[in-house]
T-cell receptor, first 113, second 115 residues
Framework: AQSVSQHNHHVILSEAASLELGCNYS??????LFWYVQYPGQHLQLLLK??????LVKGIKGFEAEFIKSKFSFNLRKPSVQWSDTAEYFC???????????FGAGTRLFVKA | EPEVTQTPSHQVTQMGQEVILRCVPI?????FYWYRQILGQKVEFLVS????????KSEIFDDQFSVERPDGSNFTLKIRSTKLEDSAMYFC?????????????FGSGTRLTVV
């Protein structure tokens, strides 16, 4: 069965620190990969997505993620976080041709001002 | 920017009662979904809906649940005989094509509290 693992449940950083959130998935076929963000009190929003092509994808607000097929990973990065990045981040996977998306458990990021 | 709208934002119901959660997807989207998030737990897939029928559902989506697109704009989730463990945040989502193509646009959610 498909699954998505996010390595860190809680991350605390100071402003301007670099961020990397780990995500690994298990699925043998072709997948599409997503990162969603949920700001406090708000709904889930799509941050970035990977379907094919360049494995380094850039999203909104300076976030990027790298798909490493051999490692089944899709880690999220940001060179310099801001206080406003405080949110919960969810990695998600959909198998090509499928209808449902499997979400990871989420990583709560708190950025200290 | 187009939005997915969910009503109500918060619903409190007594155990055993039926609830209907309502969603208005983005108007030109063709695929519709319900997900739920129990407090402190993962976002879980419930059901996907396309061309007026369920295209996929999870093991959570048993006979207690049903979905409907009654009028071409609304997309509803009905929970019959609610249980305490149905308390969760329920998210509606829609996409223009399949989920794999664009990702979803999520609504702001309905917090269901069963007492």
């Amino acid at each position: 069965a498909q699954s998505v693992s996010q390595h860190n449940h809680h991350v605390i950083l100071s402003e301007a620190a670099s961020l990397e959130l780990g995500c690994n998935y298990s699925y043998g076929g072709t997948v599409n990969l997503f990162w969603y963000v949920q700001y406090p009190g708000q709904h889930l929003q799509l941050l970035l997505k990977y379907f094919s092509g360049d494995p380094l994808v850039k999203g909104i607000k300076g976030f990027e993620a790298e798909f490493i097929k051999s490692k089944f990973s899709f880690n999220l990065r940001k060179p310099s976080v801001q206080w406003s990045d405080t949110a919960e981040y969810f990695c998600a996977v959909t198998n090509t041709g499928g209808f449902k998306t499997i979400f990871g458990a989420g990583t709560r990021l708190f950025v200290k001002a | 920017e187009p939005e997915v709208t969910q009503t109500p934002s918060h619903q409190v119901t007594q155990m055993g009662q039926e609830v209907i959660l309502r969603c208005v997807p983005i108007s030109n989207h063709l695929y519709f979904y319900w997900y739920r998030q129990i407090l402190g737990q993962k976002v879980e897939f419930l059901v996907s809906f396309y061309n007026n029928e369920i295209s996929e559902k999870s093991e959570i989506f048993d006979d207690q649940f049903s979905v409907e697109r009654p009028d071409g704009s609304n997309f509803t989730l009905k929970i019959r005989s609610t249980k305490l463990e149905d308390s969760a945040m329920y998210f509606c989502a829609s996409s223009a094509q399949g989920a794999q193509s664009y990702g979803y646009t999520f609504g702001s959610g309905t917090r269901l509290t069963v007492v």
